[in-house]
């Protein structure tokens, strides 16, 4: 099994609970000191191989040579999670920096195409296994506070992805699976994104990335990772393609997209009579 954003949060909590129920794991990110404090301590506790690597997956070549690495270890990968993400500053669109722009899409959905990519092949090959992905609540319905324009756009572009990967698969008659994970408000450290940021977009920052300028309603509740992935393993493990961690937000989701459905109905051109 595959996981990368393994150092923390949701992934390293899938990374836990993976190795509890024994699965031999390949784990990726980008901060190299917490991985492999990650790894030693999941070896330590489990008698199944746990491997980490430095990867970063907005680059193609990272991913590529983890992806062989792994392959090479294991020779069979039936599960890969790509679950890195990053969010930074709150700002609505016409003051966000165009750096934080195509950072926050070559992680979150590059990322994506990039982890993909690089183990179906294998996959196809072996004629089995199942890819899995994190998008937000965010890429399914806007935010009340806004301000995340490039995080939201990362987000949607997740399900399009996967929606067409799936249709991709079909058409070769393929038993390959997806599930996205649609999280709402969890307990990680993706707040403070910004402190991986990469010199070329404009280096680390130390401060809290992301703060919402409206107070969050008070049915919103924040879990912890472990729930969450325990909750993923199992849709997963039950074939779902799509599972949503914070049920409050199904209901205002759902309303969002009859919304959308109602305004292209609205919208068709009328022939004249």
């Not at 996981?3 to 024994?22: D, K, W």
């Not at 999670?81 to 992680?107: C, F, M, R, S």
């Not at 009340?144 to 990362?154: F, L, Q, R, V």
């Not at 912890?224 to 599972?243: D, S």
Request: hydrophobic content about 45%; some cysteine.
């Amino acid at each position: 099994m595959v996981v990368t954003g393994a150092a923390s949060g949701i992934g390293e909590a899938i990374a836990r609970e993976c190795v509890e129920r024994g699965f031999r794991l390949a784990l990726a990110d980008i901060e190299k000191a917490r991985l492999e404090d990650l790894v030693n301590e999941l070896n330590e506790l489990s008698e199944t191989d746990v491997i980490g690597k430095f990867v970063d997956v907005a680059d193609s070549l990272s991913v590529l040579e983890f992806a062989e690495n792994v392959q090479s270890e294991f020779g069979r990968v039936d599960l890969v999670v790509a679950n890195a993400g990053v969010i930074a500053t709150n700002k609505p669109l016409w003051e966000q920096k165009v750096e934080d722009l195509h950072w926050i899409l070559g992680v979150n959905l590059v990322g994506v195409f990039n982890t993909w990519s690089s183990f179906l092949p294998h996959m196809i090959e072996t004629g089995s296994g199942h890819l899995a992905a994190t998008s937000s609540v965010a890429g399914l319905m806007p935010m009340i506070w806004g301000g995340n324009s490039p995080y939201a756009a990362s987000k949607y572009g997740v399900v399009g992805l996967a929606e067409a990967v799936d249709q991709d698969l079909r058409n070769i008659s393929s038993d390959i699976g997806i599930t996205v994970l649609f999280p709402g408000p969890v307990r990680t450290r993706i707040r403070e994104a910004l402190r991986n940021r990469p010199e070329a977009y404009g280096g680390p920052m130390k401060e809290t990335s992301y703060v919402p300028p409206i107070a969050a309603p008070d049915s919103w509740v924040t879990l912890e990772p472990t729930g969450v992935a325990k909750h993923f393993l199992q849709a997963i493990e039950a074939g779902e393609r799509y599972v949503i961690s914070n049920p409050e937000f199904l209901e205002p989701i759902v309303g969002h997209l009859s919304n959308v459905s109602k305004e292209l109905q609205s919208s068709i051109i009328q022939e004249d009579s």
